[in-house]
């Protein structure tokens, strides 16, 4: 569960997220889109509690931030479009660092069992450097998922990926979806996030200026609904 | 059921992280000791020692050789975190941030001692004169550990900044100053052949400024990284 209330965020003087309210069940799966510059990655560094709000309030997994970050961090998962990984350890050797920092029980079992929902037991004595980007960003999802998260954050998970490489990610999150978790992607990506996010919200100049569920779109209706969204903001 | 680690063995798992990724780059480890050992062969044909002069400066190339080299490696620990994206990764764990400090230290400490390890043999060989003696492998392990608890902090602050490479050794090498004083002195004394008490009062100094670095290192540390 994700709620926002009236969320400010200020760099300086630059304000990026205004008065922003956002809330998302548990078991949702929701797709933010928006122009560069509208605010995605600063609304996912607060809600992962590594931004402070400057105001409002803001619950992540039943944890209001930023008092209970220390909380909310064993119960949340990140993928971001940086893979967060050493170079020069092992793929089981990456995922038992994290592992261990977040105090995961059985943890040979876990990475065991994450290595194969990744589809990467094979490589897993191959140092991460020799990784393409589409293996990386697989183990990440393996390394999100550690803790077994409630909540699990994705910012743009797809970049740099080519197309065999999104297919292979969009199967590992399809699998990490729903069993009560939730899911926020921030994406550019609308053809994707329409056939895996079951709602998708705009995000313009720090608001959610549109929210929908996919499921009320019709075929490829989603860039109508996201170019309508736009021009109504403007 | 997933339980927080202890403080400690978080400490120790970034530690170990750490030493396994460095010996298997050695990226820091041979740059710091290809620069060390440049300083003391520079310092060697530039000065032409007298013996009776070699006690006294023997202790200032010492340390100005492990500072310099330790400057290296702190810039490296954190930028290399910063750059690889794996600081987000770290601050993401439900650990308390002071574990990522001392993790950091330790492991940082460790890579300052082995260079000091090769170095001190290199050195009584160029300037015929034995420094492995018990009294100064205290005061480099005690000086060490003051220089570095106060980097470790900085090179976290700096590395955020764009001017990092920069903004490091210009914070770091005035607030070490009373570390670097007292543990060149003791380190001269000591050479010197002077008496346990003309040591006594810069160990003083050298330990208090451990402590108090250390432990204001400890509780500043998640500020610092908040944001």
Partial sequence: ?234 | MNRRPRFWRAALTVAWKDLLTEWRSREAFSAMLVFALLVIFIFNFALELKPAARAEISAGILWVTLCFAGALGLNRAWVSEKDRGCLDGLLLAPVDRAALYFGKLFSGWLILMLIAAVLLPIYGLLYNQNLILPGLLLFIALGVEGYLAVGTLLAAMAVQARSRDLLLPVLLFPVTLPALIAAVKASSTLLSGLPWVDVQPWLMLLLAFDLIFTVVAWLAFDIVMEE
């Fill in chain 1, 1 to 234: 569960m994700i709620e926002a209330h009236n969320l400010v965020r200020r760099y300086g003087y630059r304000t990026v997220l205004r008065d922003l309210n956002f809330t998302a069940a548990p078991g949702e799966f929701v797709a933010l889109l928006g122009p560069n510059g509208a605010g995605k990655t600063t609304l996912l560094r607060v809600f992962a509690g590594l931004l402070r709000p400057t105001s409002g309030v803001v619950t992540v997994a039943g944890c209001l931030l930023p008092h209970q970050a220390m909380d909310l961090r064993s119960r949340l998962g990140v993928v971001s479009h940086q893979p967060l990984f050493y170079g020069d350890l092992t793929a089981a050797e990456n995922l038992r660092f994290y592992g261990q920092l977040y105090g995961v029980a059985h943890l040979a079992a876990r990475i065991e069992a994450l290595l194969a929902l990744t589809g990467l037991e094979a490589v897993r004595n191959d140092l991460v450097r020799t990784f393409s980007r589409g293996m990386q960003q697989r183990l990440a999802i393996g390394r999100a998922m550690l803790p077994d998260p409630q909540v699990l954050l994705l910012d743009e998970p797809h970049t740099g990926l080519d197309q065999d490489a999104c297919v292979m990610l969009d199967q590992a999150l399809s699998q990490v979806a729903g069993q009560g978790r939730t899911l926020l992607m921030a994406s550019h990506d609308l053809a994707r996030s329409a056939a895996l996010a079951s709602r998708v919200d705009i995000l313009v100049r720090g608001q959610i200026i549109a929210s929908t569920a996919t499921a009320a779109l019709p075929p490829d209706g989603l860039l109508t609904y996201y170019r309508q969204s736009l021009e109504a903001a403007q």
